[in-house]
Nanobody
Framework: QVQLVESGGGLVQAGGSLRLSCAAS????????MGWFRQAPGKEREFVAG????????YTADSVKGRFTISRDNAKVTVYLQMNSLKPEDTAVYYC????????????????????WGQGTQVTVSS
């Protein structure tokens, strides 16, 4: 199991940018596919972006494609979510998730496919 801690959330105006970080500890990180999810009040948790074990493959939800970018630095055991051109509808609690994998190119996109979760960080975008 890996422990995940998100940071970087906050309040930003529409059109602005934020970069979320997710620091991992507890076991090896390089065998983990990683993902970002978000949950707005009254809504289901939704997939935002995912990245494969070696960082060679990424997948981004249509709602954020072209605006959000996921990346990872295995040496720093950290995953990032760069969020640009933020919109009020991006307001949510953002969660980092991890899944031990054997396939180097697999990017899980369903929340049930992830085993480890962070506590979440709030992102609020004002109009």
């Amino acid at each position: 199991q890996v422990q995940l801690v998100e940071s970087g959330g906050g309040l930003v105006q529409a059109g602005g940018s934020l970069r979320l970080s997710c620091a991992a500890s507890g076991r090896t990180f390089s065998n983990y596919a990683m993902g970002w999810f978000r949950q707005a009040p009254g809504k289901e948790r939704e997939f935002v972006a995912g990245i494969s074990w070696r960082g060679t493959r990424t997948y981004t939800a249509d709602s954020v494609k072209g605006r959000f970018t996921i990346s990872r630095d295995n040496a720093k055991v950290t995953v990032y979510l760069q969020m640009n051109s933020l919109k009020p509808e991006d307001t949510a609690v953002y969660y980092c998730a991890g899944r031990l994998v054997t396939r180097t190119d697999w990017v899980p996109v369903a929340s049930r496919e992830y085993n480890d979760w962070g506590q979440g960080t709030q992102v609020t975008v004002s109009s």
